[in-house]
């Protein structure tokens, strides 16, 4: 009976399939063979770790090819904050016991950015609220949701502030096009900002008091509209 993976993993040895064809005989792919070999052959599973986790240098060059290799890190940054070499150590090695073997899985933003020398969020999630009815909050909200995505983390806001269409404005427009039509340009900003092979996330919502609910509803019925958000409406 072949032992599993995890008591490979203790004893030093990467979990190769050992019924696995050989080398010159598996689909070629792009990956390390070791990145491969630790994932069993599985392409996929071995590409959200090289392409979202694994740690590069400045260049893009990279530094690690297997999840033992991210847990060390994880584990080194975090017990860094202990006031002396030794609790570094002792409190590095439990850190690692714990992540070994997916025991414990923090969040992305956490393996990719713990130990990682560029400027990265540690926080998957950030609530980014658009402060008033204007167009200076409105272009704010895009500043800070760039600034957000670029860092590596993910937006949730809510339009409910905005004035619904047709509602009068004080400027050379005849009336409000609605908070609606925002969403557009919410949307880009984050499909246009890149974070490492993925773009940003963002959730929309509006509350079902808003005279725009039903537009807000209908919007994604056009499929080249709002591309790169979810939506969904807050039940009061």
Not at 160 to 168: D, E
């Amino acid at each position: 009976m072949r032992p599993e993976p995890a008591s490979l993993l203790r004893e030093g040895v990467s979990p190769v399939d050992a019924d696995a064809a050989p080398a010159t005989t598996r689909p070629t792919s792009d990956l390390p063979q070791e990145t491969l070999d630790y994932f069993g052959g599985d392409d996929l599973r071995a590409h959200v770790f090289f392409d979202k986790y694994a740690l590069r240098d400045p260049e893009g060059r990279i530094l690690e090819t297997t999840p033992p290799q991210m847990w060390r890190r994880i584990a080194r940054e975090i017990a860094s904050v202990e006031p002396t070499a030794a609790r570094q150590a002792e409190w590095e090695e439990k850190f690692y016991w714990l992540l070994d073997d997916f025991r414990f899985i923090p969040g992305g933003r956490i393996m990719h950015g713990a130990g990682n020398p560029k400027r990265v969020t540690l926080l998957n999630c950030y609530v980014l609220p658009v402060h008033d009815d204007s167009i200076e909050s409105i272009f704010e909200w895009m500043k800070e949701a760039a600034r957000t995505y670029s860092l590596g983390g993910g937006v949730g806001t809510d339009i409910s502030v905005l004035r619904p269409r047709g509602a009068p404005v004080n400027n050379a427009a005849r009336s409000s096009t609605g908070s609606v039509s925002f969403m557009e340009l919410f949307s880009l900003t984050t499909g246009t900002i890149g974070q490492s092979g993925r773009r940003g996330a963002l959730m929309i919502t509006i509350s079902d008091s808003h005279p725009d609910v039903l537009d807000f509803v209908r919007v994604k019925r056009n499929l080249t509209k709002v591309r790169y958000a979810n939506i969904s409406v807050r039940v009061s």
